[in-house]
C-alpha cells in the first residue's frame, strides 16, 4: 500500500486530495436539517463533521512534534500510543461527543475544512524519512498506522456513514411523500 520499488508510495497525497475535494462535496450537499441526524450510536451529522477536525488537529500536532523531536523519541509518540490503549479501550471519543453533538453547525463545518487542508499540506510536506519512520515505529495500530498519513481512510468511513444514512432517509420520505419544509 505505502512501498514501491523505488522507495515510499506517496500515492496517500493523492487519496487526500480527492477526499478532502470529497468532504467538500458532501458539506455542500448538507441541508440545515442534515446536521442533527443521528448517523450511528448517537453521532449526529455535526458530531461526525467535528470528530473528522479534531482528530485532522490532533494527528498534525503529532506529526509536527515528530517532525521536530524524531519519531523515535518523540513524548509524541508516547502520547500516540497512550491514546490509541485508552481509546480502544476507554474511548475518547465518548468523552468528546456531548462537546460535538453541540456544537454550531457552520463553525464546525468551517473547522472540518480547515483542518483537513492543514494536515493534507503538512503530509505533503513531511520528509520521506519521517513517514517511513512512521510507518515502521508505530506497531500498536497494526494496519491503522498509515492513518497518520493517509486521511482519506478516515475520512472516507465517516463520509460514507453520513452518506449511507442521509439516502436511507431521502429514500424513506420519497416513498412516503414526506416534505421537509425548509
Avoid at 11 to 20: G, K, P
Avoid at 102 to 113: G, H, K, L, V, W
Amino acid at each position: 500500500l505505502f512501498r514501491s520499488a523505488g522507495g515510499m508510495d506517496r500515492s496517500y497525497l493523492d487519496r487526500n486530495r480527492l477526499s478532502r475535494q470529497r468532504l467538500h462535496q458532501v458539506i455542500d450537499s448538507l441541508s440545515d436539517d442534515s446536521f442533527g441526524q443521528i448517523v450511528h450510536g448517537g453521532w449526529t451529522v455535526v458530531a461526525i463533521l467535528a470528530h473528522l477536525g479534531a482528530e485532522d488537529r490532533r494527528i498534525q500536532g503529532w506529526l509536527e512534534d515528530w517532525e521536530r523531536q524524531g519519531i523515535r523519541e518523540s513524548a509524541a509518540l508516547r502520547e500516540w500510543e497512550q491514546w490509541a490503549i485508552r481509546t480502544y479501550g476507554e474511548n475518547d471519543n465518548d468523552q468528546r461527543l456531548p462537546q460535538w453533538l453541540a456544537a454550531d453547525p457552520q463553525s464546525t463545518i468551517r473547522e472540518a475544512i480547515a483542518a483537513a487542508e492543514s494536515i493534507d499540506a503538512k503530509i505533503e510536506t513531511l520528509s520521506p524519512e519521517l513517514a517511513d519512520a512512521l510507518l515502521s515505529t508505530t506497531p500498536f495500530w497494526g494496519s491503522r498506522r498509515q492513518w497518520a498519513l493517509d486521511r482519506s481512510i478516515h475520512r472516507h468511513e465517516h463520509l460514507d456513514a453520513i452518506e449511507t444514512v442521509l439516502a436511507l432517509l431521502d429514500t424513506f420520505r420519497s416513498e412516503r411523500g414526506v416534505v421537509i419544509e425548509p
